[in-house]
Structures are given as structure tokens and as C-alpha cells.
């Protein structure tokens, strides 16, 4: 057989920072505090930072607080939205005395035409009129800066708002030109009963290189990063209801978590096998961050899942288990993402015409989880609100998401923001590719139905004979597997 | 919040009746001071019987806790419940808000209480 030395490939190295100390609660002791303390540190953060914005926007009027408010005053006053909303579940209906037919809620969006804005800060609330602040946008938790005046029934009618707007932007020195790809995959759910786990071994397979010729490694050798943002397990909820378990459920608990490290253990390990088509040295770098299925704490900031699920991928120096929210910095290129706890939290509180434009408003406001803590789970902070977003992201990516959308958002002073929603992988197959260029980061989604016969033989000819069979077969085998589920991004190359 | 009171005691410490009490608040007067009566603040009126034998010289009026009971209702610096004074204290420094130095140097000095006014009664 002829052997055909191909030299091994290296697989591009990306300098990488955590950023997540923010997110840490180990240091923090719980002294029976409330939630006060994080709307103060929120309110007075984001107060500061607005009446600095104030004057170039109306420099004219005055500033107040709700208290110093009088009829017919223009001015303007600053604080945290509150929306009442009339359907929003709350734990004393199930006390009420009159146990009146109860109206069919919607479980996905608690959204009534009744609701109404309230601005509130230490000193007083005020409730909002007026058509230009819609409550169908804005939710309890985010601090605006409102222009109007007080009406004589007491509310206050707005005239203007103003927003944060997107914070400033680390300008990013222009790097090399080479490209390197981070894959993101998110909601693997592994445990699911209706979770294929050929899909996540053929995912791993690609970004290994195991699948394909060398050109196909060669683009694999580039994807520098993997981040596998949330729901990676699922326990099935019978084992979860409290009660004892018997030896054989407690093996059935553990299971998903030895699948996932197993699948986990092969993204490292780049000699498991003699393939001799396998080609790529260094293991690829992974984080992965919990979710709401996960076994981590359910209020955010979620903390790193334990080292021990992981007996075999901790080994690996690469291997790093993250907290929600995430954040960290890839050549100097800075990531943010959650979970989708936070937008999908913005999902049953308001509406809007897509996600994009949930994390866009989160950007605008400058706060990765407003809701939080108010219908969101939330740590207790008592010096400072973690969840403010301090320095404009390059790339703010939300993960378990219905499907895979993305945009480019740029600011009004030149900032530029991927922003991407994650499908949920055990549901549609779709893992994205961020090309992580200096700046701008774009994401080419093509399916691999592309890979069409004509071009196999045209780079097959190139090849001696004996490879044909072995790689019509992975090719074969990957197209056919990959077309009902899969979609990757490639470059050009293909085309 | 749970109460972090260890004993009794201090709930239903008994609290002779100061005659020697001349350093008084203006805003307060003497004779309701001691009894719960409509003007006076305080949960737990004294017994008139001292309990031990010492006299409890020292109450909870002095200046230095008025200072601070001052410190702890000004809204500026963000609520106190949950929360001791000394870090109140450090994370209103912390934010710029420039609160007074004194209450620091009384705070990290004195015998004064830590937690803050509510603190064990909310």
C-alpha cells in the first residue's frame, strides 16, 4: 500500500484570557442580605454613567430626582424601569381568598395591554404616561434617563428617552490576516432521549480532522477555540424527584456525564488512533459553560460546572469549564455570551421581532440580564451588579436558541458587534463558525450538500489510487449523515 | 432574616433606670424616653429592677450611635439592611460617594455596633 507522507498538520494557536472574575462567587459571603443592594449598585453605576451622557443629549434642562419632581416642570429624571404587568405570575395568587377562573396565561409571554412603566430611584416612583416609552419593549431592571414633565394626575409624560446606548470598544491592533475559526455548540443535551449521539461524535470527528482529505483537515487545523454554551447533559426527570435511588438509577444518573466526556476526551486526544488521514497535532482548546439543565446553581452568575464530572477531559490543560455568563478574549478579540437564560427571561417579559434584537437591546442598555434579579434567578450581590457590560464585546453570542440567526451591529461610535444566536444543537445540528479576524467576525454558514461529487473526483485525481475507496466512503458517510442535520461553515474553498 | 441573637438576654435584657443620664438629645425627652409609650423608640422599655446589680450606664442614645444611626438612614449610600456598616461604609468610598470620615474612624475605633440600625429587627 502505497503510503503517502503527508507532513502533520499544526493546528493554530490563539492567545486566550479569561475574563470571568466578575462572575465568580466564591470570595462573596451571604449575610442574609436582600436584593436592595444590587439594584442600588446597578441604579448608582448606571446613573453616573447617564448623567455624564446627559448633556450632550439635552443640555438644557435640568436634572432631578423623582422627589424634586413639580407639575409642569420639564426636566429630566434618571432610574430603573419597574413594569407592572398584570399577568406576571405571582406566588400570593395561590393564597388568594377568591379562587376566581383564572385567565389562560400564556406560558411563553406574560405580556398584557394593561401593563404600565413605573421610574423608580431611592427617593420616590413615579409612574410613566405618554406613548414613547412602549412597555412592550422594556422591562423592569434597566436604567434610562427620561425627558418630560409631571402631569397634574400625578404620572410622569415622557417626551424622550434615553438609553446607555453601547459601550465603548477597545479598538483591536490589525493582526495578522491568517484566519482562525472558533466553533460555537450549544444545548447538546446529552441524556435526551431523543439526542442523536452520532451527531455531536460526528461534530468532534470534523473539528478533529478525522473526517475528510487534507484540505478538509487543513481548514480544521484553523478552528482555534471551542465553546459549548450550555445544556450540554440532560437528566431525565424521573431520577430528579426527590426520592431514593436505587443503585441501577444512580448509573442511569451518571451516564450522560460519562458520554459527554468520552466525546469531551476525543476533541484533546490527537493520537487515539493510527489513521494515518489524521493529521492534526495539538488538541483543540474547549470551554464549556453551564446552562439551565445543567448540574450547576440555577441563579446567574452560574458557576463552572465541577472539575469531577469530567475525569478524562480535565487531564488536558485546554479543558476549561467557564461560568455563565462568559466572557474572555482571543487574541485580544473580546467574546461575551450566556446561556439564553437572560434573553430567553426578556422573551416572556417583551416582545420583540427577533432575538437579535433582544441582544441588541441588552447591549443598548448595558446589561447582559436586566430582569435579573427581579423574575430572573440572581445572586445577591451587595457591592456591585456583575452583569453590567462595561466594554463593548466583538463577538455576544446566546446559545440554546430555536435557531441560528446573526448580525452585525455597529454603533454610533464605530463600534462593531457579531452578534449570534446558537441553536440548540440535539434539536437542529447546527454548530456556528466565527472566522475571529481582527474587528469584524463573520460567520459563512453553508451546508455540506456542497460537497458535491464532481469536486471529490476532481481532488481525488490528485490522489494515488488506494485513497479513493477510503474517501469516497468519508465522504459519502459525511454527506449523508450531514445533510438531514448538520450545517458547518467553510470558506470558499468549496465553491 | 433570622435573628442572630445567640440568648435571651439581649432581648429581654433588663435595663436599670439611668438617673445619671445627662447627656440627652434635645429631640428627646426624658420622661418618655424609658417607658413605650407614643414618642419613644425603643422596643424594649427597662424594668425598673436592675438585673445583676450593674447599672447599664451606656444605652443606645449616645452620640456616636446617633452618628451613625445617622449614617445608616441617609439614602445616598444605598440601603443598610443586610449589609454591616463598615462595608457600607467601604463600598460607598468605593463608588465615589465620599461619605464622611469620621464614621470610619468611629466604625473601625470605638465599641460601637457594626450591624446597622435594623439589623436583627427586619
Known sequence: MEVDSQEQLQRKQSTYLSLDENFEIQKEVYRGQQYSQIYFARLHMMRTLLYSLVPNWKSHLPVCTVLELEEGKECIIVGTLYKHMKLKPCILDEYSKERSVAPLIKPHNFMHQDDYLVLEDESGRVKLGGTKLSPSVYVTGVVVALHGKETSAGAFFVEDVLEAGLPPQIKRPLKSREDKYVVFVSGLSIGRSSSNPLQFQLLVDHITGHLGDEEEQGLAAEIVHLVIVGNSVEISRGLLNGQNLASKDQSRLSEPFKELDILLTQVFSSHHCDDQHFKIAASLPLDIMPGSSDPANFALPQQPLNRCLFPGSTTYNTFRSCANPHCFELDSIRFLGTSGQNIDDLTKYSEAKDKLDFLERTLRWRHLAPTAPNTLGCYPFTDRDPFLIDSCPDVYFVGNQEKYETCLLKGLEGQLVRLICIPRFCETGVAVVSKSCPGVSSIQIYPSTRVNKGEKEKRNGKEGEVWIDTIEVAFWLHAFLLVPYSVLAYKNKFL | ?122
Request: glycine fraction near 8%; hydrophobic fraction near 30%; charged fraction near 30%.
Open chain 2, 1 to 122: 432574616m433570622a435573628t442572630t441573637s445567640k440568648n435571651m438576654n439581649v432581648f429581654y435584657r433588663q435595663k436599670k433606670k439611668s438617673t445619671t443620664s445627662t447627656e440627652k438629645k434635645s429631640t428627646k425627652s426624658p420622661s418618655t424616653k424609658h417607658s413605650a409609650t407614643f414618642g419613644s423608640d425603643i422596643t424594649q422599655p427597662p424594668a425598673l429592677v436592675s438585673h445583676g446589680g450593674s447599672l447599664d450606664l451606656k444605652d443606645d442614645f449616645d452620640e456616636q450611635e446617633q452618628a451613625l444611626r445617622q449614617f445608616d438612614m441617609n439614602m445616598a449610600y444605598g440601603p443598610c439592611v443586610g449589609i454591616t456598616r463598615l462595608d457600607r461604609w467601604e463600598r460607598a468610598q468605593r463608588m465615589g460617594l465620599n461619605p464622611p470620615k469620621e464614621i470610619e474612624s468611629l466604625l473601625k475605633g470605638g465599641k460601637v455596633k457594626l450591624e446597622s440600625l435594623f439589623d436583627g429587627r427586619v
